[in-house]
Structures are given as C-alpha cells and as structure tokens.
C-alpha cells in the first residue's frame, strides 16, 4: 500500500517560515492536499490539488509538488498555526485515500 | 449555516455493532461522494470507507473490509456506518466527510466527530 511520511514535529519562530514535507513514492505524479488539525477539533483543508489554497486560507499557505515530495509553507509563521498537518491523497493504484503519518508544527 | 453532524457514537464490548450517522445541513450531499475517516486517541487521520454519489462504488481500508458497511440516503441528506465485530483498536473518533467538489479527491468539510469506545 502506499505510505506517505511526514517529519513528527517542526518547530519555529514566530515570523519565519516553516517547511513540512510528506514523502510518497513519485508523489509528483499524483495530487497532494493538505489540512490543519488543532487538539480537540475537526481537520480544516489548508491546501488541495497540491497548491490550491481554499477561500478563507490566508497566503501564507503554500504548497508544491515534485519527484518524491510535496510540501508545504508556511511562511511569516504565527502563534495560531499551531497544530498537526496532514498530507493526504487518493492512490488509484489502489483505490484507497491515504493520510501522512502527521507533522506537529510548534512556534517557539 | 453549513455543517455536517454525527451522531450514533458510544460504548460498546468488543464484537459488538454500532451505526453512525451523518446528517447534513446548509449542504447538499446527494451529488458529492462521501466519507469515514477515523482518529484513535493520540493518533492521526485514518481513511476508513468512501461512498460515490449514487452509491455504485464503495471503498474500505483494508482494516475495517467485511466488518463495515457505508450506505447513504440521498433523500434523507444523510451517511451511515454499520460497524459490526468491533475490536479495541476500532475505538476513535470518527468523522465524516464530504469531497470539495464532484470528483474532487481532498475533503472540504468535516463533520465535528463521534467518538466510539470499545471496551469491555
């Protein structure tokens, strides 16, 4: 089955960017999306069809796609993006959706 | 307001059976596929089962395959989930889902949750 593998955590200071990549065999070739999971509440799409920021997404929120790994940026990071990512995509291969195992940003 | 709750959640004995229900409002679900997707305590995302619009193709993770049923009603702008057999490791909370758009392949909106215990 296919796994994609995401960093545990990542921390960063307030303002900087942060990096979180999710690791899929030739996952260039297929679509990424992304959510934001804070403690206690349902996951929020932050990023679909590897760079599609949904309304209400502040550009902050980036994302790319390439060989064997997406990513996605966060840049001039504030207290708020703290929270767990997923990566996540359907692997027609398959026939299933896949999660990533999940980053936990903290901002310092 | 657009929002969609679950409902069916609970304690139940290892072997048992538990139906979830979704029901939507503010949000058409009849032409959209949608979704199970699960979180044990402390864990991350867990597909679980994907139903298309007008039910003709199904998907399981393997891990929940031949003991989970997804089924919808259309009419009723609702989803369910029969969980039969369940093991200690089916607790979590479970979500449902609906795709962004037809044919879309990311989840746009999210119910709040419900949490299954399986325990004796």
């Known amino acids: 089955s296919y796994v994609l593998t995401q960093p545990p955590s990542v921390s960063v200071a307030p303002g900087k960017t942060a990096r979180i990549t999710c690791g899929g065999n030739i996952i260039g070739s297929k679509s990424v999306h992304w959510y934001q999971q804070k403690p206690g509440q349902a996951p929020v799409l932050v990023i679909y069809s590897d760079i599609d920021r949904p309304s209400g997404i502040p550009e902050r929120f980036s994302g790319s796609n390439s060989a064997n790994t997406a990513t996605l940026t966060i840049s001039r990071v504030e207290a708020g993006d703290e929270a767990d990512y997923y990566c996540q995509l359907w692997d027609s291969y398959s026939d299933r959706y896949v999660f990533g195992t999940g980053t936990k940003v903290t901002v310092l | 307001e657009v929002q969609l709750v679950e409902s069916g959640g609970g304690l139940v004995k290892p072997g048992g059976s538990l139906r979830l229900s979704c029901a939507a409002s503010g949000l058409t679900l009849n032409t959209y596929s949608m979704d199970w997707v699960r979180q044990a305590p402390g864990k991350g995302l867990e597909w679980v089962s994907s139903i298309s619009s007008s039910s003709s193709y199904i998907y399981y993770a393997d891990s929940v395959k031949g003991r989970f049923t997804i089924s919808r009603d259309n009419a009723k702008n609702s989803l369910y989930l029969q969980m039969n057999s369940l093991r200690a490791d089916d607790t979590a909370v479970y979500y449902c889902?609906?795709?962004?758009?037809?044919?879309?392949?990311?989840?746009?909106?999210w119910g709040q949750g419900t949490l299954v215990t399986v325990s004796s």
């Open positions: 889902a609906r795709v962004g758009d037809v044919g879309a392949e990311y989840f746009q909106h």
